[in-house]
């Protein structure tokens, strides 16, 4: 039986190793790099004539040069704090908004919850750009919201090209990504502990908060994790969306590498930005697999 399943068991570890390592290790060695005027604009590269040797040379020229240059950089520091608070303000705007919705997806008949379902999916379908793009046109002083709130007697808002649009986008687009978790895990929840609460008296905040919410932890921290790593690395909405004062590490690697073309300076950001985010996740795996041993 082992044998007949290593084939399938080793597919992920294949996948990860082109997709995932073999990138990694690219831009790893890049942030390892010199800048230089060149095509490509960094140095060193291996001499395969030279063979071994050309292997020595290459491995020795490589420094930690672009990681110092990025600790003595306040910009930087200052873009990777401004992503993580963009980020973190995101992910709970969007499990405030997610998690009602998820609940009362989970309250409803079958079928209207593929209907709803359906629905959360459907931005999907279109284009990522095009979605931002139409917040412009939502967002901007003669939009729609403007004019709706002209139409009820309010003050227009100058909401395009601020932060509050980049709050606004990132909730909007990554809200599908907090409730298709949080509603699997209040899907599949056994309706008769709620019952059993009420017969024992519990009001139904209380069976809320006692029953309810500690049952949808796993699809809380799911849809958090799912939000807020790719909302810390963002380009598109902040670009777009956002002013001067809305910089992310996202806009910050894109300028390094497309306007300044500092390649190797772009991998260490890259990198210090991945290892920022993993990190924490790898130590929430490992407490969680101990946890889970402790209860055996």
């Given at each position: 039986?082992?044998?007949?399943?290593?084939?399938?068991?080793?597919?992920?570890?294949?996948?990860?190793?082109?997709?995932?390592?073999?990138?990694?290790?690219?831009?790893?060695?890049?942030?390892?790099?010199?800048?230089?005027?060149?095509?490509?604009?960094?140095?060193?590269?291996?001499?395969?004539?030279?063979?071994?040797?050309?292997?020595?040379?290459?491995?020795?020229?490589?420094?930690?040069?672009?990681?110092?240059?990025?600790?003595?950089?306040?910009?930087?520091?200052?873009?990777?704090?401004?992503?993580?608070?963009?980020?973190?303000?995101?992910?709970?705007?969007?499990?405030?908004?997610?998690?009602?919705?998820?609940?009362?997806?989970?309250?409803?008949?079958?079928?209207?919850?593929?209907?709803?379902?359906?629905?959360?999916i459907l931005p999907f379908?279109?284009?990522?750009?095009?979605?931002?793009?139409?917040?412009?046109?939502?967002?901007?002083?003669q939009g729609l919201l403007?004019?709706?709130?002209?139409?009820?007697?309010?003050?227009?808002?100058?909401?395009?090209?601020?932060?509050?649009?980049?709050?606004?986008?990132?909730?909007?687009?990554?809200?599908?990504?907090?409730?298709?978790?949080?509603?699997?895990?209040?899907?599949?929840?056994?309706?008769?502990?709620?019952?059993?609460?009420?017969?024992?008296?519990?009001?139904?905040?209380?069976?809320?908060?006692?029953?309810?919410?500690?049952?949808?932890?796993?699809?809380?921290?799911?849809?958090?994790?799912?939000?807020?790593?790719?909302?810390?690395?963002?380009?598109?909405?902040?670009?777009?969306?956002?002013g001067p004062g809305s910089?992310?590490?996202?806009?910050?690697?894109?300028?390094?590498?497309?306007?300044?073309?500092?390649?190797?300076?772009?991998?260490?950001?890259?990198?210090?930005?991945?290892?920022?985010?993993?990190?924490?996740?790898?130590?929430?795996?490992?407490?969680?697999?101990?946890?889970?041993?402790?209860?055996?």
């Amino acid at each position: 039986m082992r044998r007949a399943r290593s084939p399938a068991a080793l597919l992920p570890g294949l996948w990860l190793a082109i997709f995932f390592a073999f990138p990694f290790l690219l831009v790893l060695r890049l942030s390892l790099s010199d800048t230089a005027l060149a095509i490509p604009p960094y140095t060193p590269r291996i001499d395969w004539s030279a063979g071994i040797e050309g292997l020595k040379a290459f491995f020795a020229a490589l420094d930690v040069e672009m990681y110092r240059r990025l600790g003595e950089d306040r910009l930087y520091f200052d873009a990777y704090v401004s992503s993580l608070q963009f980020a973190a303000t995101g992910t709970i705007l969007a499990l405030l908004v997610g998690y009602p919705m998820a609940y009362g997806m989970a309250k409803c008949r079958p079928g209207t919850r593929s209907v709803l379902l359906m629905l959360v999916i459907l931005p999907f379908w279109t284009s990522f750009l095009i979605r931002v793009y139409a917040w412009i046109g939502i967002l901007k002083p003669q939009g729609l919201l403007n004019a709706f709130l002209g139409l009820i007697g309010i003050e227009p808002l100058d909401l395009l090209y601020t932060p509050a649009a980049v709050q606004i986008g990132l909730v909007y687009s990554y809200l599908p990504f907090m409730v298709l978790p949080l509603y699997a895990a209040l899907e599949r929840l056994d309706h008769t502990l709620l019952e059993a609460a009420a017969d024992l008296g519990s009001p139904p905040w209380k069976s809320f908060w006692q029953v309810t919410w500690p049952l949808s932890i796993p699809g809380v921290i799911a849809g958090c994790l799912l939000c807020f790593i790719p909302m810390v690395g963002e380009f598109i909405i902040p670009d777009l969306l956002g002013g001067p004062g809305s910089l992310m590490i996202g806009r910050a690697i894109w300028m390094e590498f497309f306007a300044n073309r500092d390649w190797p300076f772009a991998s260490a950001v890259a990198i210090v930005l991945l290892v920022t985010l993993v990190l924490p996740i790898v130590l929430y795996q490992r407490q969680q697999a101990k946890a889970l041993e402790a209860g055996r």
